[in-house]
T-cell receptor, first 114, second 117 residues
């Protein structure tokens, strides 16, 4: 498998559930990102991990908890979400030392909170 | 406050003609600009970029123009093809852009391009 993969592709969860989104990159990159895209809004950066260390937390509520066990895997743990958290969640990766701005995105997880 | 704006939600163009997608930014510290293309059910894919030291970058049918004084950039696609129909996102970044970390991208809302056969 190549590129950036995300699972699941679709997720419906209740406000009291706990779930996790998974991202895996097969590009040998060492920086990974979580973005949120709500309807008719720009992509919003949530978290950045560089060499497994979190370097950015863009004022994201604590009900979103990222985890980066190694430079190829990134998780987003979800608990007690709100309906307004329904959105497309995109994972991306890039290579430190290269053109960091050129990020490679996964297909996203479409999350619906009921 | 949105620092990167794409004021046209959609654009419709005839096949073979030129498509021009526009983007404006407000943060003068941005020094690198990118265009991404997104098809339905897929993640955005990198298309073309430009550094602030240039005013034009060309890659095949795609050309990006940067006007720093106007804080404006545009993407030209010529000739447009039906396969170019997608959502196009403008993004900007800069190592010293308001304290943002290196590699952080600020995106516009996107413009839906439809190319009719």
């Amino acid at each position: 498998e190549t590129g950036v993969t995300q699972t699941p592709r679709h997720l419906v969860m209740g406000m009291t559930n706990k779930k996790s989104l998974k991202c895996e990159q097969h590009l040998g990159h060492n920086a990974m990102y979580w973005y949120k895209q709500s309807a008719k809004k720009p992509l919003e950066l949530m978290f950045v991990y560089n060499f497994k260390e979190q370097t950015e937390n863009n004022s994201v509520p604590s009900r979103f908890s990222p985890e980066c066990p190694n430079s190829s895997h990134l998780f987003l743990h979800l608990h007690t979400l709100q309906p307004e958290d329904s959105a497309l969640y995109l994972c991306a990766s890039s290579q430190d030392g290269g053109p960091l701005y050129e990020q490679y995105f996964g297909p996203g997880t479409r999350l619906t909170v009921t | 406050d949105q620092q990167v704006k794409q004021n046209s939600p959609s654009l419709s163009v005839q096949e073979g003609r030129i498509s021009i997608l526009n983007c404006d930014y407000t943060n003068s510290m941005f020094d690198y600009f990118l265009w991404y293309k997104k098809y339905p059910a897929e993640g955005p894919t990198f298309l073309i970029s430009i550094s602030s030291i240039k005013d034009k970058n060309e890659d095949g049918r795609f050309t990006v123009f940067l006007n720093k004084s106007a804080k404006h950039l545009s993407l030209h696609i010529v000739p447009s093809q039906p396969g170019d129909s997608a959502v196009y996102f403008c993004a900007a970044s800069g190592a010293n852009a308001g304290g943002t970390s290196y590699g952080k991208l600020t995106f516009g809302q996107g413009t839906i391009l439809t190319v009719h056969p």
